[in-house]
């Protein structure tokens, strides 16, 4: 099979990753007999330097016209003084809502080669986990009306949470859906002791919940969610949230895994052009020396694999040759031990290549 891919490198370590994981591809499509033809578009500071604007319409126009879509990160000191319209970020935003991706998938695991770089007691690390959070990517307070108002006290602001019966049910089905893929549990994290918002998520998660026999539902308010993570960890299969408490518990589950630079994730909406990208940024204070963490975008794209294109065997491969890589003691500089030796980025990505 072909499959086109579009490639957006972005700025700061971004290059060097995405061509890392371009070269998984490459050794992964040779042995399964698959092509992968990937394109690249600017965007970010890339893209401000080279025509002036974060996300030009031919780099919308060549991911709308791709099978699926491979970022890197954007952003860096040297646009951070530019007015928020110009913002490499904005390109994010921009991006997201152009491909209308509704659904952030997160998986937060703690690799048992790396146990120690996790900042959780050791009774806790010893048991493991293994995360899938499900987030709600283009609805809620993110969205909604806002605005300043003269109010009691004089001049306010307003953010308004909002959502609706469909986005809940599509949200909800693509974790009932990814859980019955893996530990068939959900845990639906809201606040529905106090907003309406969270009583019709509730609700609507439990109507979900009788489609998907044989899929255990939870529901956790979220000031709770915040503890159990760092406690019980390893109570959660898949956890499917609104925008906001999404954004928030994701970034708390990625840091009890202690290493930002092995985590992917994968933003999609109805149909299988998804983009995917790891959670962290540009890292501008390491970008150009060889020395940054390809395994998060190697891992993105084992995750296009799985998800775009249905071929779990490959992405499969690709995530053994990655615990292969870890299993062996092998580590980038971010998770290496003091004192312990450790690979670049390209002697990191030969090694993960090897295993595959
Ligand atoms: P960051 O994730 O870029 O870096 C935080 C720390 O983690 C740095 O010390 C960095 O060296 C390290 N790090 C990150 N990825 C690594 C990797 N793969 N290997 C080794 N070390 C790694 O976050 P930041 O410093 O807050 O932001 C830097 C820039 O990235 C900013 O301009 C920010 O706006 C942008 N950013 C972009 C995205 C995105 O493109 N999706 C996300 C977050 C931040």
């Given at each position: 099979m072909n499959y086109n891919i579009a490639l957006l490198r972005g700025d700061g370590i971004g290059p060097e990753i995405v061509d890392s994981a371009v070269r998984v591809l490459h050794a992964i499509g040779q042995k399964y007999g698959h092509s992968f033809i990937c394109t690249p578009y600017l965007i970010g500071g890339a893209a401000i330097d080279a025509v002036g604007e974060p996300l030009p319409k031919d780099t919308v126009d060549g991911c709308l016209n791709s099978d699926s879509v491979l970022l890197g990160a954007v952003g860096g000191p040297k646009w951070d003084t530019l007015p928020g319209s110009l913002r490499p970020e904005k390109?994010?935003?921009?991006?997201?809502?152009?491909?209308?991706?509704?659904?952030?998938?997160?998986?937060?695991?703690?690799?048992?080669?790396?146990?120690?770089?996790?900042?959780?007691?050791?009774?806790?690390?010893?048991?493991?986990?293994?995360?899938?959070?499900?987030?709600?990517?283009?609805?809620?307070?993110?969205?909604?009306?806002?605005?300043?108002?003269?109010?009691?006290?004089?001049?306010?602001?307003?953010?308004?949470?909002?959502?609706?019966?469909?986005?809940?049910?599509?949200?909800?089905?693509?974790?009932?859906?990814?859980?019955?893929?893996?530990?068939?549990?959900?845990?639906?994290?809201?606040?529905?002791?106090?907003?309406?918002?969270?009583?019709?998520?509730?609700?609507?998660?439990?109507?979900?919940?009788?489609?998907?026999?044989?899929?255990?539902?939870?529901?956790?308010?979220?000031?709770?969610?915040?503890?159990?993570?760092?406690?019980?960890?390893?109570?959660?299969?898949?956890?499917?949230?609104?925008?906001?408490?999404?954004?928030?518990?994701?970034?708390?589950?990625?840091?009890?895994?202690?290493?930002?630079?092995?985590?992917?994730?994968?933003?999609?909406?109805?149909?299988?052009?998804?983009?995917?990208?790891?959670?962290?940024?540009?890292?501008?204070?390491?970008?150009?020396?060889?020395?940054?963490?390809?395994?998060?975008?190697i891992l993105s794209a084992a995750m296009m694999l799985r998800h775009s294109f249905s071929l779990a065997a490959e992405a499969d491969a690709i995530e053994n040759a990655v615990d292969s890589a870890l299993n062996a003691g092998l580590r980038t500089a971010d998770i290496a031990e003091k004192g312990a030796s450790w690979l670049s980025t390209t002697e990191m990505t030969d090694e993960i290549i090897k295993r595959l």
């Open positions: 390109a994010l935003l921009g991006i997201r809502a152009a491909l209308g991706l509704f659904t952030n998938l997160r998986p937060a695991r703690l690799y048992p080669a790396l146990k120690d770089a996790c900042p959780l007691r050791e009774s806790v690390a010893s048991s493991g986990f293994d995360i899938m959070i499900v987030r709600e990517l283009t609805g809620g307070i993110y969205f909604g009306d806002r605005g300043y108002r003269e109010g009691k006290y004089g001049e306010e602001a307003y953010d308004t949470e909002c959502y609706s019966r469909f986005e809940i049910e599509r949200i909800a089905r693509v974790a009932f859906e990814t859980a019955k893929k893996r530990g068939n549990k959900v845990t639906s994290i809201d606040k529905a002791n106090v907003l309406e918002t969270s009583r019709l998520w509730r609700r609507t998660v439990h109507e979900i919940a009788e489609e998907y026999e044989g899929v255990e539902c939870v529901d956790m308010l979220v000031d709770n969610a915040a503890m159990q993570l760092v406690k019980n960890p390893a109570q959660f299969d898949v956890i499917v949230t609104s925008n906001m408490f999404g954004d928030i518990l994701s970034d708390e589950a990625s840091q009890i895994t202690g290493s930002i630079g092995m985590l992917p994730s994968a933003s999609r909406n109805e149909t299988s052009r998804g983009l995917y990208e790891p959670i962290h940024g540009s890292a501008p204070d390491i970008a150009g020396k060889g020395i940054a963490n390809p395994i998060a975008t």
